[in-house]
Each structure stands twice: as C-alpha cells, then as structure tokens.
C-alpha cells in the first residue's frame, strides 16, 4: 500500500494552497525607505514575508547586494514595517505565509525598487548566503522529471528545507526525500517537480537559521515528454490576480500590477478603461452615421437636374407644354403717328399693294397708316413702317411724318422636344386594270354586192371625171 500512498503524501504540500487572506503593500517600496505590509483577510498569526532578489543586479560589476529577508510579524499583528535593503530598479518576489504553511498568504509579481535614500548596503561587496545548494542536471528542471537537489552537509545548520516560488502565482513547500549521500555531489535528495512547462520557478533554500539562508536559483521549465505528475493541484503562475495589491513593475514606475491578496479581486482600472472606450467607440460610431446621413442629405438637395428652359419652371407653368408667360413674344407697336397717309406704299387705283412680308398683296380695306402688316416665320404679325410715305391730302399743314426702318419679328424656338420629321413620300402605286369593253362601237350593216359594184364603178368614174377635169 506504501507505493500507491507516496503519490497521494506527495501532494499533500501542493493541496492547500488556496488562500483565505491575502497581503498588500501600503506604500512604494524605494531604496532604503520602509516597506510596509498589511494583511487582508482572515490568517492565522503569527505571519511573516519573505523578500527573494529576482533577475541580475543593477549594480556595476555585477555586484550583488541584495539578500533574502525574512521578516516576521509581531505576535498577532496584522501588519509590518521594515527598511528595504535593496538598490533602485532592482526586482524582487514577496511570498506572505502564517501558522498554516509557507506561502499560504499568495505571492507577488515581480516587484519594482524606485529611487529613494543611500547608504543601507554596500555596492562595492558581493554578498555570500550562509550556504549554497545544487541541483543535477546543473541548472535545470524537467516538469515530472526526477533532479537531485544536494548541499555541503558541513555548511548547514540543521536539516535544510527547500521552497519552490512561482512569482506572481503560488508558492509551496518542497518535499524531501530520503536523503543520501554521493561522492563529488554531496547529501541531498531527488524530486520530480509538479510544475508546467515554460513555469518560471524560484527554488528557496534554508536551514535551522531561517527561510533563505541557502539562497535561491531561477529556473525555467523544462519540457520532458512526461506530465504524469501533474493535476488539478499542480501550482501555477496564473492561478488568479497576483498578490500585493498596487505597485510598480518597471523600473520607469510606469508599470503598476493591481492585483490584489484575494480571489474576488477587481481590476477596477480594466473596468473604467473598457467603460471609457467603448463610450468613446459609441461616440465615434454615431459622429461617422451622422456624417455619412446629412452627406447623403446633401447630395440629394444639390442633385444635377438636366437644364430645361421651357419644362423646369419650379412647377409655376402652364403645364401644357406652351412657354411660360415670360417666353412668349409680343408684338412691338409704334405709337400713332400724327398725320395719317391716305394709301399704302406702291398701291395704285384699283390695286393692292404688295406686302413683302406676307408674299401676297395686301387687302385694299385698310386703315390709314404708316405702319403696313408683315409676318414672322412662325406666323406672328407684326407691325413694321412702309419704305415711303404718299404726301397727305390733308388741307393742313403738318410736319413731314418720321421715316421708321423695316422691322421683322421672327420667333425662336429656344426648347422642347423637336417634332419628329414628316414621312417620306411614297412612291404612288400602279394599279393595272384590264379593258372594260365599253367603248367598242359597232359597223354599219353593208348593202348588196350589186350595189356596192355600181357605186364602185360610179365612184370610179366620178373620180376620174374630176381628175380629167382638173387636168384640162
């Protein structure tokens, strides 16, 4: 039964890690400036943070000054103050655990030092951590893969204990196996890890001094081809909202992470930047439609119409097809002249005279005047002066009337649809009729032979008697 146990121990550590508290940092870790932290929700005291170094050191020369802290709560208080030791644009990993089991309060992101006050390490000395610890293959994790984590026995105090740290994610305890002892490596112990691949996983040692006295190494996992190991239960780097609250991610302070210690988190600032877009996503849309509406608008109200001097009247024509009132020609009048003429130009006792405009001679019934009749070509009459005036019969005298100039008044046609051409004229058709017979006249009934020989004979003496006659 032992076998089929050891899976079910083995993940015993990994089972409880869904915290019931969380953790929050109350001001901006900087430089040699306190942090402070205050705890959310209900733990079980005493608590205590673990700060780990993430990622290379600003320093020059790749010093390293920064080490692992543990701080502790006071009794039962549920909050702490403490200097960080730890450079500007530096990054670290805050892991918060009560009475229960390490990490239990959640993990943070990747942590962001600011700028801030001097003098709380020594940037010229590399710090060293009591003990140091390995791992074969050296450097390297394989998801369900059996590694071998080994220490120098003689450097440690106690029995070490080791934490895996998944930032941003969930932090547990590591298991130890038997441990053994083997020439070149040390004593140490072999475990396969229960991490996904790609997992970025931070490995905390510590002995009897404290969490972290072994310091800690990064590492990446590895894809083995086997995932027997992993479960429901396996830990994660995304089980949720990281842990810590609001603080700065980017050495810039530019990036905040806003997660927060719980599950039930809301990332209010997620919420008012989709509100605000899509208002103004809304707004965008309704200016484009109502753009594009009054464009349409427009175009119909300013629409081309063909040009149509005698049809597009605004529809205060006649409506018949005649032009409108202010198309249509009058006739151009003189006014009566003082002194009338008795005749027209050119006219002489019992004649007409001859009216050029009309082509035909001009009725003799007219009225005296100076004025004689002519015709447009569209059949208007005008009114135009003769070329010369008869001398009055008047008794009185009276001045010599004005001589006027031939006036024609011809109407143009200025629209409309042109009438269609006549039709040809077509060739007239022969109709072949056959005769009728009605015009036949009939001989007259010939005499005897008797008769016509003695007229014959007569006629032929008749004839020639005249002819004898003629001759003599």
Known sequence: ????????????????????????????????QNLEIGITGSGKPPYSVLII??????????IEARRITDVSFNGTESSVSFQLKFP????????????????????????????????????????QPPFLFHTTPDHLLVTCTSSRIWWDNSTVQGTPSFQGVIPGGQSFSIPEGPL????????????????????????????????GTGGSN?????????????????????????????????????????????????????????????????IALALVILFAVRRQRFKQGTKERPVDLLQDQDNDGPGDGRPPEYYRPEPFVLPDPTVAST??????????????????????????SYLSTSTSETGLTGLRPPASSAPSTSTRKSPMPPSFRPVNIIQHDDAGPSEPPPPPEEEPETIELPPAYTNIRRDAPRPSQEGEQGEGVAGSSGATTQATAAQA
């Open 218 to 282: 990064t590492y990446t996992m590895q894809d083995g081809n086997v995932y027997s190991c992993l479960n429901n239960t396996s830990p994660s780097s995304t089980p949720g909202s990281p842990a810590g609250g609001s603080y700065p991610t980017s050495t810039d302070g530019s990036g905040v992470n806003l997660g927060s210690g719980g599950g039930s988190h809301v990332d209010v600032g997620a919420i008012v930047g989709g509100v605000i877009g899509g208002v103004v996503g809304a």
């Open 343 to 368: 005749t027209l130009e050119g006219s002489v006792a019992g004649t007409a005279p001859y009216a050029p405009g009309l082509g035909t001679r001009a009725s003799t019934d007219h009225r005296q």
């Open 53 to 62: 170094p993430f990622g290379p050191t600003p320093l020059p020369n790749s």
């Open 88 to 127: 500007e644009n530096s990054q670290f990993v805050a892991v918060v655990s009560d009475s229960t089991g390490f990490g239990s309060g959640g993990t943070s992101a990747v942590v962001t030092v600011l700028s801030g006050d001097d003098g709380c390490f020594d940037s010229t000395k590399t710090v």
């Open 1 to 32: 039964m032992a076998p089929r146990l050891r899976p079910l121990l083995a993940a015993v550590p990994y089972a409880a890690l869904a915290a019931a508290y969380s953790f929050n940092f109350k001001n901006t870790p900087r430089q040699c």
């Open 180 to 211: 053994s002892d083997i020439v070149g490596q040390g004593t140490g112990f072999s475990w396969s890890p229960p991490v996904r691949v790609g997992t970025v996983l931070l490995l905390v040692g510590g002995d009897d001094r404290g969490l």
